[in-house]
Structures are given as structure tokens and as C-alpha cells.
């Protein structure tokens, strides 16, 4: 990692304070460490439900900042860039398995159900954030509290500290983008 | 496309929407969107969504995450830990530089670091993030199973362990080469160098068969050869040990390995529901190896296609043959190919026709039980191509197809008329024309289709055994005679297919009774059959089946020809299969039947028995019905007991094989009823030979020859029992099919006849019962000679009614004639010559002539004790007779005797209510 922890947490509280190059700084270091984390908590085990949602973009919080010079509103804010750069790998990663014509190179190995699995979730991961950038041009907020909620899994409560909201607004919020998206992705 | 002002204005309302309790939404609704539809449309439909997106929890489930899609975000290339390991110790070892990444984890080249040579290992790590239990139980499933296996061509397995970061490792042979195909590209390797490293392949496989263990994962970047040209395959990963003595792994449910796999590579069964792997999955992607290895292009263009398409692909799409495909590449591609096998083009294609192409279209089969069974027939076929030997892959292509055809419509149930059928889709006939004789409709002209309805309607409309056939589809044959045209003409410059096919046709019209047709395709085959590959065996062949075919049709001498010929051929030929070498004794044993000579014929069915018995085909069907042939060849020798065994153990042997009945185990109840009859167990006869009727009927129709046979055989039976007519209208019955079903020089046709003169003889009509004899006497000499067995038992129920009308001295001539024949043809210890000379003793005794009288019931006297069983009613008719005999001798006494002993074998045999019993009982005192 290039920039240690207190590095780190300068930049957050920059962008806390409202420095967008401090934002522009500090979103592709959580890309990167969001990589390389390599996402070993989510292994898809079919048995392993005891996985819980929440931790990954605890840990690489966990992983980046000095938890003792911030506040917990802070802490949403890092979430939420967490949650863009999540949806962010997601997506680049799904357009590319979409591109992937073949079943996988015929010279690697390769998990056929999963595969299958990986070809159907990223169909839908690609439409849904094309469905996101339709509700960001209808009310932006929307688009804001899915990204936050489902990509970075976030509570109700971390939402509205990151998004300056009441909690009963990101409710709202969740249930007209949802009844929206799912018009848009299942509906007639 | 909405605009944000519009939607603003909904979201405002939406909201408060929301906030209101549901019976008081649509009010508010209706109020706040007054005369606007559309919007109010607009609200409705948003807020229905909104219900639903939350009763589906959509977007909050677990479901919804795409895991599998982070899953395999983490192992793309590019999130790589493992550069951390360059440079670390791992046991004993120093890792010095990575070769290459796997799905599950890595492998380095390593040096033993207290090792003075600095010996090159290949050390395989999993990956950290890789390290799930069921990876981990992988790993050391790997571990074991290299252990286990020793072979020059395997990589080697040195060591194992676990880092100290808790990741399981191997240490494994590190193989210095390239991979397999561009290796042999490298060094511009030919065809037969290609084959000599493939063997190799082989070898390594068959070892880790011989080891219980499937590869499953054969493909050309998991094989290597060095620089000294040794083959070497890894990756032994996903491999599956056949013995599951895997207990301490059963823990962790497998991931079902076959679902790891590398498509091209990946054999039909692998990819459907059923998931069987065998040793045969491995022979599988050798196959798909061997295509590469040698025709330098994939048999299944994958390129571009979708995974269900793959699938499609590998399940049922058959592929090209090599030759075929090399020959549909561009000049430039196939040059390219043929110079990195070091020759020329046409070489390529040539080098690969018919032999090498056979072998592997064997391998790529779909179903795995008509594959190579084993590496071990694999390689077998490889030396006979060495050899120019035939290849088990050529023998068995047509069979293969017209199975495939077969099984796809399994409907079918009469074997020889699906051949039929199939010859005609083989052949290429029309099935337009079908469709439109049968009326159906055209939009059911999928070819499957219309052969099943086909197929059904003939059965149902017909009997294929039978010749009504004739009567109702005459179509079909005239079908089948146009296929034969067509094919003519199709196959002119395949004799190796066309004789095969003419034989199947063959078949069909034999299983029809066209005799004569089917005599023709075989002839025609037989002048084939010196362009063929393998002319004296087809030769032989051939000669069976026409022997058979006589057999069937004129059965009598006139089947001693081929039958003949072909064991002049057999006699010539150095090492006869097996199954040629009991063709043609069964054939010769059923021969010989039909003109007589029963001992030879037992010889002959001796040698075939044991033949089949050494070589493990008795579970074949030609097995149970030689035995059938066999046991009732037994039955004209007297030997019952054998017989019996005989036919009892081919009864066992087609219950075991078949479900349904088939005619061969309708005759077996026939021979079996016959049997009990000549020992003398009635009960039993009986109830076979109904057995064998009820058969009959429902295999063949009411009225068809084998049904009449049976209802024969239940005639004398009743005849014997002295039912005379209850026999007579059987009998009658019988003569009438036979009449209308055979031609009138068929012998067949006057043994009913038989019956109905001893039924009538008994119910004194003598003069209908002289006739019947003399005409059955007069055709038989006519066709068979004077000596054949046939006039023996009809001269002496003639003696008989000459007898009963006085006529001594004919009575006596006719039956001394008979007792003749008799001994000549069946030998000096025989039941019927027994009969005979009872007759002949009532003869000598209603002339007084007591002296004769006494001396001929002496002789059947040790006959039975020869050859009789004990209890037997002819033991029964014995003792009548001489009670008889010691009543006019003036000795009451001894003929009482001799009356009681003849009751009680009777009583036992027949019953109290019999005809025969009641004669008996009135001689009684």
C-alpha cells in the first residue's frame, strides 16, 4: 500500500471537509486495496451462509484508516466511497465477463456452475447500473442511497450520516428506487 | 423517458402515499390527481412496484449479490499475492520464480536448499483466498493419488506439505518442456512419432486406471515433454479415485469435480445431469487428444459460442472425422498443418483415412459403453493398425449405428422389422413416400416420428412371424425391395457396407418369411462378399445364415448344402473366432436334425456348447437357442434326462436376460412339454405345451405356425390320454393352418394328420383312419425315400387299422418295417422301436402266434429298462399288452398282475378319468 493509515485518514478528512482532489485522491487507493483484498470474505460456498453482508467494506475500512481520528460520521463517508468504488469493480468486472464470448479460455480451468452463475449475475449487474444512471438523471439521491445500500451493503443509518439525510428519507428513497428498478428490470 | 419535473411531481406524491395507510391511498390518490389519468396511471403502476419490489425483498436478499461474480473477480490475474512467496522457503525448499497460475493456486520452480546438486522441483501452492475446505480436501486428494502412482510418463510426486501461512503445497518433479502440441509442431514430429508419443499418454493413463484413478482433466496443456522427448502428464488435480477409501475426506462435500473442467476437453457425460465417470471418460479426451495430435484442428468449433451451445455441442453433436475436416481447411491451413507433421498435404489426409479416423470417432462416441471400454482396447487397436490387422473400431460401425437408430425409437419391439426400417432410412428412402401411403399428416414428417408410427402400425396390423404379413403390407415389402434398389446404388463402391446391409435386409425379409427374397439378398451379399475386406469369414457368414434360412423354410436336406459349405470354410480358416466357430456348429447340429442323424447332430451341439461355455458367451442369445436346438435334438435320442437339463437351462437363461417373451422361449416350452411327455410326466407336458399355445397367440397370432405347432404337440397329448376327440379337433385344427400357411410338400403338414387317423382308428372309423396313414405314407416316401423316420410311425398305426380289420400279415410286414427303420435311425435302445414292437406283439397274439408274441415283449422289456424312466406309461402299455397276452395264454392269475401294475401306471401318468385308465380298469377283476 502506498500511503499508510494516518495518510489515509488525512485524505478522508479532507474530503470531509469538502476538498473534491482530496476525493479524487482517495477513490482510487480504495479501488485499489478493495482489489486486493481479493475479496476473500465472499467466497461463494455453498454451504457457507454464515457469511455476513456487512464486512467487506468494513474491512477495507478497517484496513485504511485510523479508526481513533475519526468520527463515525466520517466512517460513512469512507463507507460510502467504499460503496461507489465496490460498484465500480462490480461493474467494470461484469462488462468484461459479458465481453468473454467463449466459455472461459479453453486452456484454463474453469467452475462450469459457477460460471454460469458468474455469466447470469453479470447480466444483471451491467443492467442494473445502466438502470442507476437513469435514476441518477431523475433524482440523483436515489441512485445514491442503491449504491450505498446494495454495493456497499450499508445500513439505513450509515446511509443518511453519509448522504446528510434522515434515516425515514433514505426509506423513502430505498422504496420508490427500488419500485423504479424493478419496474425497469423485471416489470412488462 | 421521463423529465425530472414530471417525475418530481410523482415522488412528491409517492411519498406521501406512502406515509398514508393503505385503505386510504386510493382516496388520496383520486384526490390529488384529479382529472389527470395519466398521471394518476403513472401512481398506480410506480406504487404496484413498489409493493412487489418489497413483498420479493428485491435487492435485499443474499441471492441478489453477485458472489459468483466477486468470486471470480478474485481470481482474475491481476490480484496476485503470491509475487510475496519469490524468494521464501517452503519447507525444505527455496522458491526461485513463478511458471504459472492455475484456478486454485500457483506453481514456482524451486531448489532443494540444502541439496549440493540444486535440484529443480515444481512446487504447487493454493492460493491464499483460495484455501476453502473443500480446495483444501482437493489438494490433498491430489496429494494422495500422486503418491499412489509410479510411472515414468506421470509427473512425479516428491513431496507435500503445509506453509507456514497454513496453505497446503506439493513438491512435485519438475518436468523442464513445453507443451505437447507445440513441442510436436516444434520439432515438426510426423503422424507415426505424433502416435508414439500419444502412446505414452496412453500408457501413463493406464497406469493411474490400474491405480483407480480417472484424470478427468486430459488436455494438451497438462501434458509436457522434455527436451529428451519423455512424455510427462500433470495436473492430477481434479482427478477422482475410483475406490472411495477417502474417509477422511467425506467430510467436505465435493464439489463435484466433473463440474471442474475445460470444455473442449470435457466428455458428453461430464456435462449432463447423469455425471457417470468412468475409465471410459478418459478414453473420451484421449480421443479429443488424438484429433489434435494428429489432425492439428479441434473436432468441435467452440469459438464464439455460447456456453448452452457448448454444451449442446459436446452432448450430441457428433463430430467430424478428422480426414473430413482436414479436408474442408483452406490450402494454406492444411500446408501449415502438414508441414508441422513433416510431409505433404494429401499425406495428412490419407495417413488419417479409414483407420486412424475409425479409432478415434470410437473414442468420441457419446455414449461411453460404445467407446474403448479401456485404455488397454485403446492401445490394442493401435497395434492392429500397426499390423493391418481389422480394428475393433471397424467392426463394429454399422452395428453402432443401427443401434443408435434403434434405441432412439424404442417402440420397437420385433427386432428384425426395426431393421428393416432402418434400412430404409439408411438407405435413404423416401419418407415422403411413407407418409403418404400411411396418411399421415405432413407435419409429422420428422423422420423419427414417422418411423415410430410406421413400426407401430405394423406391429399392430401384423404378425412379422407369420404370413399374414403378406396379406396386409405388401407395401412394406415392396418398400423394402425399393430400398434394396437404392441402395444398390448408393453402395457400389462400399462392398464391406453394401454386403452388411444386403444381409440386414437379408434378415428382415427372413423375419417377415420371405423366404425368397431373403435368399436372394444373402446370395447377392455371398457374390459381394469377395470385394470385402475380410472375404472367407463373410463367406461364412453367409453360408450360416442361408443354412439357417433353409432351415427354416424348406427344413429338410436342402439346408445340408450351405451348412456344409460353411464348415468347409471354417475348417479352412487358421484361427476362427469363436462366434463363427459356434455359428456354424449350431447350424450343422440343427441340420442334421432335420435329415435325422441325431447323433451327429448331438456331437456337433456338444462341441458348440462347450465352445460357448469356455469362451464366457453363454450369456449370448445365440447360446439359448442353440440350446433349445440341442435339447430337442436330445429328445429323438431318448436322452430325456439331458434333455431336460438342457432345455431347463436355456428357459433360465432367457428369463435372466429378457423381460418380455420372444418366440425362442415359446419353443423352449415346447421341447420342454415334449420332454415331460416322453418321460411321462403328463402334468407337466401339458403345461408347457398350453404355456407354449398362450405364447404362440400372443407373439404370432392365433393362427400361425408356431401357435399350430403347439396346439400339435397338445394333441398327441390328448391322443395319448386318450382323449381321441379332443385330439381329433386339435389335430384338425392344426392340419387346417398348416394347409393354408405352408407349402403342400411341407412334411410338416402330414403329422397332423397323423392324429386324426389314430383318433379316428380308436373311434373306429377304420377305413377315414387307412386312408390318412396311406396318404400320409404315400407323400412322405415320395419325398424323403423310402427309409426315412417319417414312414415308421405312420406304417404303424396303418399296421394297427390292419390289425384291428384282421389284415395280419400286412399289420405284420408294415410294422417289422418300421421296427426297422426305427433301429437304423434311432439306434438299438429306443422307445418308439419299444412301441412298434408292442404293436407288433398284439399282432402275433390276436393270431395265437404266442412264442412271437412273447419273444418281441421281452425285447421291449429291456429296451425300457435302457432308456425308460421308471413309472413311464409305455411301461404302463407294456403291461397291458402282456396281461393281455397271459389272459389268451390261459394264466388269469399273472395277467391280473400284470392288468394292476398297468392301472396303476396309468392312474399315475393320466389320471382316473382317463380313456386310458377306464380300458385298463375294465380288464380288472
Not at chain 1, 97 to 107: N, P, S, T, V
Not at chain 1, 112 to 121: C, F, H
Not at chain 2, 509 to 521: M, V
Not at chain 2, 888 to 916: H, V, W
Request: with cysteine.
Amino acid at each position: 500500500m502506498m500511503k499508510n493509515k494516518s495518510e489515509i485518514t488525512q485524505l478522508l478528512l479532507r474530503v470531509q471537509a469538502g476538498s473534491t482532489k482530496a476525493y479524487e485522491e482517495l477513490f482510487p487507493l480504495v479501488y485499489d486495496e478493495l482489489k486486493q483484498l481479493a475479496f476473500s470474505q465472499l467466497r461463494s460456498e455453498p454451504d457457507d451462509i454464515t457469511v455476513t453482508k456487512t464486512e467487506l467494506v468494513h474491512e477495507v475500512y478497517l484496513k485504511m484508516v485510523d479508526q481513533t481520528r475519526i468520527k463515525a460520521t466520517d466512517k460513512s463517508h469512507f463507507l460510502a466511497i467504499a460503496s461507489r468504488c465496490m460498484r465500480q469493480i462490480l461493474v467494470d468486472h461484469a462488462r468484461k465477463k459479458k465481453a468473454e464470448k467463449r466459455g472461459g479460455d479453453q486452456q484454463d480451468v474453469t467452475y462450469i456452475d459457477e460460471l454460469l452463475k458468474v455469466r447470469e449475475e453479470s447480466g444483471k449487474i451491467v443492467d442494473l447500473d445502466e438502470k442507476l444512471k437513469e435514476l441518477e438523471e431523475l433524482e440523483k439521491r436515489l441512485a445514491d442511497v442503491v449504491t450505498l445500500r446494495f454495493f456497499g451493503q450499508m445500513t439505513v443509518h450509515s446511509t443518511a450520516e453519509a448522504l446528510g439525510v434522515s434515516e425515514r428519507t433514505v426509506m423513502r428513497d430505498w422504496a420508490k428506487a427500488r419500485g423504479w428498478l424493478y419496474k425497469k428490470l423485471k416489470g412488462s | 423517458m421521463m423529465d425530472q419535473q414530471r417525475w418530481k411531481k410523482i415522488s412528491t406524491i409517492i411519498d406521501t402515499v406512502l406515509a398514508l395507510d393503505k385503505n386510504r391511498r386510493p382516496a388520496y390518490i383520486k384526490k390529488v390527481c384529479k382529472n389527470n389519468q395519466l398521471l394518476k396511471q403513472e401512481i398506480t403502476d410506480l406504487l404496484s412496484y413498489i409493493e412487489k419490489s418489497n413483498t420479493e425483498n428485491f435487492l435485499e436478499e443474499w441471492e441478489d449479490y453477485p458472489h459468483n461474480l466477486i468470486a471470480d473477480f478474485s481470481q482474475a490475474p491481476d490480484v496476485n499475492p503470491t509475487s510475496a512467496m519469490l524468494g521464501q522457503a517452503v519447507g525444505h525448499y527455496k522458491i526461485k520464480q513463478l511458471i504459472g497460475h492455475g484456478g486454485m493456486g500457483s506453481v514456482f520452480l524451486a531448489e532443494r536448499a540444502d541439496d549440493a546438486f540444486n535440484r529443480k522441483v515444481a512446487l504447487k501452492v493454493l492460493r491464499r483466498g483460495m484455501d476453502t475446505p473443500s480446495n483444501v480436501a482437493r489438494f490433498k486428494r491430489e496429494r494422495n493419488i500422486l503418491a499412489n502412482l509410479n510411472h515414468p510418463n506421470i509427473a512425479r510426486l516428491l513431496d507435500g506439505g503445509v506453509t507456514e501461512d497454513g496453505l497446503p503445497y506439493l513438491v512435485m518433479e519438475y518436468v523442464n518442456g513445453i507443451p505437447l502440441l507445440k513441442y510436436c509442431n516444434k520439432h515438426q514430429l510426423s503422424i507415426e512419432k505424433r502416435l508414439e508419443l500419444f502412446k505414452s499418454i496412453c500408457n501413463a493413463v493406464q497406469h493411474a486406471h490400474r491405480n483407480a484413478t480417472i484424470h478427468r482433466d486430459l488436455k494438451p496443456s497438462n501434458i509436457y515433454v522434455t527436451n529428451d522427448g519423455v512424455v510427462k502428464v500433470l495436473d492430477f488435480g481434479i482427478a477422482k479415485l475410483l475406490k472411495s477409501n477417502t474417509t477422511d475426506f467425506s467430510a467436505f462435500k465435493t464439489r463435484t469435480g466433473a463440474r471442474i473442467l475445460t470444455l473442449g476437453y470435457a466428455a458428453p457425460e461430464q456435462l449432463d445431469s447423469s455425471n457417470t465417470i468412468t475409465t471410459a471418460t478418459d478414453c473420451y479426451t484421449l480421443g479429443i487428444l488424438l484429433y489434435e495430435l494428429l489432425a492439428g484442428i479441434s473436432p468441435f468449433d467452440l469459438k464464439d459460442k455460447t456456453l448452452s451451445k457448448i454444451e449442446k455441442f459436446i452432448r450430441i453433436r457428433t463430430p467430424v472425422k478428422p480426414s473430413t475436416k482436414l479436408e474442408q481447411l483452406t490450402k494454406s491451413e492444411l500446408s501449415e498443418i502438414a508441414n508441422q507433421r513433416n510431409t505433404i498435404p494429401s499425406a495428412v489426409v490419407q495417413s488419417l483415412s479409414d483407420d486412424l479416423d475409425a479409432i478415434i470417432m470410437k473414442a468420441l462416441r457419446k455414449e461411453p459403453d460404445t467407446r474403448y471400454r479401456s485404455v488397454d482396447q485403446l492401445l490394442e487397436d493401435f497395434n492392429r493398425y500397426e499390423e493391418s490387422r481389422p480394428l475393433i473400431a471397424q467392426s463394429d460401425t454399422l452395428k453402432y449405428r443401427l443401434r443408435k437408430f434403434i434405441r432412439r425409437n424404442h417402440r420397437v419391439i420385433i427386432g428384425s422389422v426395426s431393421i428393416l426400417i432402418t434400412i430404409l432410412i439408411f438407405g435413404g428412402y423416401h419418407i415422403n413416400q411413407i407418409a403418404k401411403e400411411r396418411n399421415i399428416a405432413k407435419k409429422e414428417a420428422q423422420k423419427a416420428q414417422i418411423v415410430k408410427k410406421f413400426l407401430v402400425d405394423i406391429y399392430r396390423s401384423s404378425n412379422p412371424q407369420s404370413n399374414t404379413f403378406k396379406g396386409k403390407d405388401i407395401s412394406a415389402k415392396q418398400l423394402l425391395l425399393s430400398g434394396e434398389k437404392k441402395i444398390g446404388h448408393d453402395l457400389k463402391n462400399q462392398p464391406d457396407i453394401y454386403a452388411e446391409v444386403l444381409l440386414v435386409i437379408g434378415d428382415a425379409f427372413k423375419g417377415i418369411d420371405a423366404f425368397e427374397k431373403a435368399e436372394k439378398s444373402y446370395r447377392k451379399a455371398l457374390s459381394k462378399s469377395s470385394e470385402t475386406t475380410h472375404p472367407f469369414k463373410n463367406k461364412l457368414r453367409i453360408y450360416v445364415k442361408l443354412g439357417n434360412l433353409k432351415s427354416k423354410w424348406t427344413k429338410d436336406h436342402r439346408a445340408l448344402q450351405p451348412a456344409l459349405k460353411a464348415r468347409k470354410l471354417l475348417d479352412s480358416l487358421k484361427n476362427p473366432p469363436p462366434e463363427l466357430e459356434v455359428s456354424v456348429f449350431s447350424l450343422l447340429g440343427r441340420v442334421n436334425v432335420l435329415v435325422e442323424n441325431y447323433e451327429q447332430a448331438n456331437s456337433y451341439y456338444e462341441k458348440a456348447d462347450s465352445i460357448y461355455i469356455s469362451t464366457g458367451m453363454s450369456n449370448s442369445f445365440g447360446y439359448i437357442q442353440m440350446l433349445n436346438g440341442y435339447g430337442k435334438s436330445l429328445i429323438y435320442t431318448s436322452d430325456l434326462e439331458k434333455a431336460e437339463q438342457i432345455l431347463l437351462k436355456s428357459n433360465a437363461l432367457h428369463r435372466k436376460a429378457f423381460s418380455t417373451p420372444t418366440v425362442t422361449i415359446a419353443k423352449n416350452y415346447k421341447f420342454l412339454g415334449w420332454v415331460y411327455r416322453d418321460m411321462g410326466n403328463f402334468k407337466q407336458s401339458n403345461n408347457y405345451f398350453l404355456k407354449s399355445i398362450d405364447l404362440d397367440r400372443r407373439l404370432t397370432g392365433k393362427e400361425s405356425l408356431p401357435t399350430a405347432l403347439s396346439m400339435y404337440h397338445l394333441s398327441i397329448n390328448y391322443t395319448l390320454a386318450g382323449d381321441f376327440e379332443k385330439a381329433e379337433d386339435l389335430a384338425k385344427k392344426v392340419l387346417r393352418i398348416y394347409q393354408k400357411l405352408l407349402e403342400p410338400t411341407n412334411d410338416y403338414i402330414q403329422r397332423p394328420k397323423k392324429y386324426i387317423a389314430i383318433a379316428k382308428y380308436n373311434l373306429n372309423e377304420y377305413s377315414e383312419a387307412k386312408n390318412i396313414l396311406r396318404e400320409i405314407i404315400k407323400k412322405r416316401k415320395k419325398l424323403r425315400g423310402k427309409d426315412n423316420l417319417g414312414l415308421a410311425g405312420p406304417s404303424s398305426y396303418l399296421a394297427v387299422v390292419y390289425q384291428k380289420t384282421g389284415h395280419y400279415k400286412k399289420a405284420i410286414s408294415l410294422l417289422k418295417k418300421s421296427i426297422r427303420i426305427y433301429k437304423n435311425k434311432l439306434g438299438e435302445y429306443n422307445s418308439r422301436m419299444g412301441r412298434a414292437m408292442i404293436k407288433l406283439a398284439t399282432v402275433y397274439r390276436k393270431m395265437n402266434e404266442y412264442k412271437h408274441a412273447h419273444k418281441y415283449l421281452q425285447r421291449v422289456k429291456s429296451i425300457h429298462q435302457k432308456v425308460l424312466p421308471h413309472g413311464n406309461y409305455q411301461q404302463g402299455d407294456f403291461y397291458f399288452e402282456y396281461g393281455k397276452l397271459e389272459q389268451d395264454e390261459g394264466k388269469p392269475q399273472e395277467a391280473q398282475d400284470f392288468f394292476k401294475k398297468a392301472y396303476n401306471i396309468y392312474l399315475e401318468n393320466f389320471g382316473k378319468d382317463s380313456k386310458r385308465t377306464e380300458n385298463v380298469e375294465l380288464y380288472l377283476d
